[in-house]
């Protein structure tokens, strides 16, 4: 029986679920380690302060854990220490933890999209201040879409028409410290020369705007299964589809896919190389674009309300009908992904 590590919260919450009970309590861990036990694995769940780095027991350990989305993702920083330091020492965390890193935070996913090569028809700029921005902004056209580096569901994304619109938006998302500007003006005063402190330094990113837009879709891959639903663009919310309630998606065969859209989002996850995979999709007609990606504690919704899936076989795209509860589907993924990465340690050449 081969052995896995789940690390949960303190509030031993692992992974996101929808219709959970109780409310944002997460996948059901009994499910969990009976779905993984049947195919061969023993799951050991431990909160993640009882991770010991002075121990050498996680070298070479097979490590999955939850994420947060905890209000200023306070405890999501305690988890990216606690996983990259697993991956520092060794530990095969799954996703690795450049993934964790690019959760709920659009700034790196967009830097990570670029340097990983998953698209690169999408133009995008991240920022870590007003006067980065300044420094650019004879360059922009307009309109142009808005993201905060933070936020679910739509909330932080903009439409903006106008360079007086973008300052006025990157100043209405950043929460000043009025004591300490003082402060920094009382530098000013003091030193000679002194530069002060930019009064707005909340990371955020420009993306390239696709007009017409009409719907986006949601492509959900846990190993060999994909789930997908349609996502209008929502009344009165500018560009966005997230966020405007599910009544109104459609899953499965009633999304209406266009030709190519599964084969766009596939190579996307193998390049991701994770078990599971989060993509947002959009088409203007001739081209597919990735608007978003996540790896961990994304959300379900097309898993749990679509009443089959799609898989490739032979080139073709099939769909099989019957639902699957997501703690089989989680731990399939896991099982698939750690095959591939033994038969990829098997082709690897090996010396003394």
Known sequence: MKHIIALKDYKSVFGSKKFNFPYRSGMDKEKLAYYFNQIGYEIEYKYFNEV?????????????????????????????????????????VMPSYNHLRANNNKVFMEFMRDYSNYTNNLKSKAFGALEDLKMHLK?????IVFKTAGGATGDGVRLINS??????????????????????IGRA????????????????IIQEFIPDLKNDWKILFYGEKLYIFKRPIQKGRDIRA?????????????????DGVYDFALEI?????????????????KEFYLIEFQSLYFGTSALVNSDGYFTKKQNTWEYIKGKIELE????????????????????EPHTN
């Open 242 to 258: 997230s966020g405007g309630g599910t009544h109104n998606y459609l899953y499965g065969l009633e999304a209406g896919a266009p």
């Open 52 to 92: 010991d780095f002075r121990s050498t027991a996680y070298i070479g350990s097979n490590i999955i854990y939850t994420s947060s989305e905890d209000v200023g993702y306070y405890y999501k920083s305690y988890i990216e220490d606690v996983i990259y330091g697993l991956e520092q020492m060794g530990a095969n």
């Open 163 to 184: 360079e007086n619109e973008l300052i006025a938006q990157v100043k209405k998302t950043t929460k000043r410290n009025y004591k300490m500007d003082l402060w920094d």
């Open 139 to 143: 360059n922009i056209t307009y309109p």
């Open 328 to 347: 089989k589907a989680y731990a399939d993924g896991v099982d698939r992904h750690l095959k591939k990465q033994e038969r990829a340690f098997v082709k």
């Open 189 to 204: 005063l003091k030193h000679k020369g002194y530069i002060k402190e930019c009064r707005y330094r909340n990371k955020f």
């Open 269 to 285: 996850y193998k390049k991701m190389n994770v078990p599971h995979a989060s993509i947002d999709v959009a088409y203007d007609g």
